[in-house]
């Protein structure tokens, strides 16, 4: 057992793509005000389609520009109207008459690298704008389910910090007792379990296998399953079911806002048509399902305004740890400009759920 010990420090991961938006909640020309790691960011998408983010603050008197206008090509601040391009840079100040001249291409304000995945748009967040957006790699991609979105997206805010908020992503002893439903396991229905679990890029992976049996949301889909979840930097888990030729993918990504909260989003993909006139009931029991973590995370609030020391037990809290040595391992590798070793070996893990 060990306490406090295995807890990290607040700091937030670097140098990282993180989900900042499920695409569909961008038009084009629309924008968005987000805040991310405690910065304001202005999140868009252009007349074209592409998804673009910048500081989301006017470096002539620091108003949030996405109260503003955008008309797909230029962002208009609501104070003075200077003008910003999609790449940061200011192309207009109204006030200057002809015999002033400020170089206003010398005025700008950073940019993010932002892309769009399977329907989600992702952030690069890092202290300094990287000099070659081309050259970063891939944000978070599902190979097996191609170019095609997600069918159901669950955003949701929780109360928290990143860490307690992937340690709950992580943890398998919950589930009996907080998704009490007709879907999931029960309490007195609990067994015993082994895992195999082996390093993967920036994470670990619960290697393939056929689903738990006393799971009915996996029975009453059928055919041949197996089951392989996946974890990676900041706090990204991938569930995915193959059921004969298909797939269902359930993706759920953590981005913090701040010291105490977090986005929590998650997402359905599936290849199988006819679970579309499933959509409604999907989407419901997503929404469900994280309000009870959600709920969860509430009660035990109200316990940490106590400042209790916590533990880590194995087996069922090896995740946590293993998150902890993950993240560990990024920033030294960040600070010291070298190359990330994973630092989880392949292991059998042992719980009951
Ligand atoms: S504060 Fe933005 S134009 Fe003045
Ligand atoms: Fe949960």
Redesign the pocket.
């Known amino acids: 057992m060990e306490r406090d010990e295995a807890m990290t420090d607040d700091s937030y991961l670097m140098d990282l793509w993180y989900l900042a938006a499920p695409g569909h909640l961008l038009k084009p020309g629309g924008m968005i005000g987000k805040v991310f790691m405690e910065l304001p960011i202005l999140l868009g998408r252009r007349a074209d389609g592409t998804p673009f983010a910048v500081r989301d603050l006017?470096p002539?008197?620091?108003?949030q520009l996405s109260k503003g206008v955008f008309d797909g090509a230029h962002v208009t601040?609501p104070?003075?109207?200077?003008q910003f391009d999609t790449s940061g840079h200011c192309t207009n100040i109204p006030s200057l008459v002809d015999t002033q001249s400020v170089d206003t291409e010398k005025i700008r304000v950073r940019t993010y690298p932002c892309r769009e995945v399977q329907g989600n748009i992702w952030i690069y967040l890092s202290e300094n704008e990287p000099p070659d957006t081309a050259a970063l790699p891939a944000p978070f991609t599902i190979p097996e389910v191609g170019a095609r979105g997600y069918n159901v997206s669950t955003p949701l805010v929780f109360q928290t910090s990143m860490d307690n908020a992937v340690f709950g992503l992580l943890d398998p002893a919950h589930g009996p007792y907080v998704h009490r439903n007709l879907l999931w396991r029960q309490p007195d229905n609990l067994r015993q379990k082994a895992k195999a679990y082996e390093p993967s890029p920036l994470g670990f992976t619960m290697v393939r296998h056929p689903p738990s049996s006393n799971s009915v949301i996996y029975r009453v889909l059928g055919g041949d399953r197996t089951t392989e979840i996946s974890f990676c930097l900041p706090g990204i888990r991938l569930e995915h079911v193959r059921v004969g030729r298909h797939h269902i993918c359930n993706l759920t990504t953590i981005t913090p806002i701040d010291g105490t909260r977090v986005e929590v989003t998650n997402f359905l993909y599936w290849t199988q048509n006819w679970l579309t006139l499933f959509t409604p009931f999907l989407s419901r029991f997503s929404r469900k399902f994280l309000a009870q973590d959600q709920w969860i995370i509430g009660l035990q609030n109200e316990g940490l305004q106590f400042d209790p020391k916590m533990m880590l037990i194995n087996d069922a809290d090896m995740l946590q740890k293993w998150y902890v040595r993950l993240k560990k391992e990024w920033s030294a590798s960040c600070r010291q400009g070298r190359a990330f070793i994973n630092p989880i070996k392949p292991a059998t893990l042992h719980w009951r759920t």
Not at 60 to 63: A, D, E, N, T, V
Not at 79 to 82: D, K, L, R, S, T
Request: net charge positive; hydrophobic share 30%.
């Open positions: 006017c002539h008197r620091g108003i601040c104070f003075h109207g200077w």
